[in-house]
């Protein structure tokens, strides 16, 4: 069983930040990737950042240089730091991990959400 609480989400102005946390918890062999998502009203879900058990990270090109993730592997935790927001950034930030479950098994689990909501 694995179980992921996201916090951090809330209505702030823009050019204001915002901190996203992520903890996953339960039967956990490992974490692989983890990594944030987000959804606005009429749109489709798109991948905001995320980072891999190596390192690597990755960005959406909208929030480059603005938003930063990272992760806390002894708390199972990622985070992802959202400054300069704009209005755009309003949406439903969902938390994704993929945890292995065995040497062969893996799944991706998603939180339930935060909103965050820019107001200009």
């Known amino acids: 069983q694995v179980q992921l609480v996201e916090s951090g989400g809330g209505l702030v102005q823009a050019g204001g930040s915002l901190r996203l946390s992520c903890a996953a918890s339960?039967?956990?062999?490992?974490?692989?990737?983890m990594g944030w998502y987000r959804q606005a009203p009429g749109k489709q879900r798109e991948l905001v950042a995320l980072?891999?058990?190596?390192?690597?990270?990755k960005y959406a090109d909208s929030v480059k240089g603005r938003f930063t993730i990272s992760r806390d592997n002894a708390k199972n935790t990622v985070y992802l730091q959202m400054n300069s927001l704009k209005p755009e950034d309003t949406a439903v930030y969902y938390c994704?991990?993929?945890?292995?479950?065995?040497?062969?098994?893996?799944?991706?689990?998603w939180g339930q959400g935060t909103q965050v909501t820019v107001s200009s």
């Open positions: 994704n991990v993929g945890v292995v479950a065995s040497l062969s098994v893996a799944y991706d689990y």
């Open positions: 339960g039967s956990i062999f490992s974490i692989n990737t």
């Open positions: 980072v891999t058990t190596g390192g690597r990270l």
